[in-house]
């Protein structure tokens, strides 16, 4: 619940208020940097998501007075942000490169430490089962980054299709990375913060 001096600030804000704006921002600030840091792990990243967040905040301030959790509502913004930034990355950058470099955060349960070829011949095996067209549309999505629309356009498919092959792909891979729990890690990289 807010407080009666919250209640009367953000009442401010969504009027227009750009003082008492600048005292929210103060006051979360340094706790959204931290938060979004943590995901991210990139300072430039920060940086342009938490400049995101504030600008969210003041272009929809009008909404402020329906908020009852003001920290609630910033850190639910922070988040939102950050998950676009992942899967973002996820679909720009290399995939064998992301897993290696998000792999130490998930090696305390691991007695081998895996290399990034490692990654990718696990990867090979998990996708070894599955059609050419399934295959291929995993790799121009997932790994080269192309949209559902490029990829109908090349492989001469609608893109419903293309949906419907890369949907059975990810399926066929959380169970497979489920049924073999050596991969654990790679289940929570993989299908978590790379593919959704």
């Known amino acids: 619940m807010l407080t009666s001096q919250e209640k009367l600030l953000l009442n401010e804000i969504s009027k227009g208020n750009e003082k008492s704006f600048r005292k929210l921002y103060d006051s979360y600030f340094h706790q959204v940097t931290a ?10 990243v920060t940086v342009e ?3 995101d967040v504030f600008l969210k905040l003041w272009q929809n301030r ?3 007075t329906y908020v009852e959790n003001i920290k609630g509502y910033i850190y639910s913004i922070s988040r939102n942000r950050s998950i676009d930034y992942l899967r973002k990355l996820a679909k720009e950058v290399d995939l064998i490169k992301v897993l290696a470099a998000h792999h130490q955060q998930y090696d305390n349960n691991v007695d081998q430490k895996i ?5 990718q011949l696990i990867i090979e095996q998990a996708l070894y089962f599955l059609s050419d067209p399934k295959k291929k549309i995993f790799q121009m999505s997932k790994i ?7 990829i ?7 893109k419903s299709t293309v949906k419907n092959h890369l949907s ?6 959380r169970q497979y990375f489920k049924d073999r729990p050596e991969h654990e890690y790679l289940l929570i990289l993989l299908v978590i913060n790379l593919l959704n």
């Open 35 to 44: 938060y979004v840091f943590k995901i991210s792990k990139s300072d430039e």
């Open 115 to 119: 290399n990034a070829n490692d990654l």
């Open 144 to 150: 080269d980054g192309m949209s559902h629309d490029e």
């Open 49 to 51: 998501i938490v400049q």
């Open 62 to 64: 009008e909404a402020l």
């Open 152 to 158: 109908a356009e090349l492989m001469h498919l609608s």
């Open 168 to 173: 059975e792909t990810l399926k066929y891979l």
